[in-house]
């Protein structure tokens, strides 16, 4: 389940053959960090010609890269290259 991570904070469980336990696990911790709303939100639009993108833009962008790097790193080896290459966490 979790224990401690070499890190000094929880380690839970990475994704290895059983995914719907994996999800249960990513849902709750992302939720506990704040992050869902970057799996169930798209990118909040702003305008192209504007060369500083709003407050909420970043916020979203900052959002999103803490998920997709929680999710990344609760994965094994075999399963990065699919949540590395995408953008977003929603599309991992």
């Keep these: ?3 401690p991570g070499r890190f000094g904070g929880r380690r839970f469980v990475q994704l290895d053959d059983d995914y719907k336990v994996w999800a249960a696990y990513q ?3 992302l939720k ?3 992050l869902w709303a970057a799996v169930v939100t798209d990118r909040p639009a702003f305008s192209s010609d504007d060369k500083n993108s709003s407050p909420v833009v ?3 962008d900052a959002m999103n890269e803490a998920a997709l790097a929680t999710i990344q ?5 075999v399963h990065l290259n699919t949540v590395t290459s ?3 966490a929603k599309e991992s």
């Excluded at 790193?73 to 080896?77: C, D, E, L, Y």
């Design 73 to 77: 790193i609760s994965v094994q080896p």
């Design 86 to 88: 995408v953008d977003t």
């Design 32 to 34: 506990m960090e704040k």
């Design 58 to 60: 970043e916020a979203w």
């Design 1 to 3: 389940m979790s224990d």
């Design 27 to 29: 849902r709750a911790r």
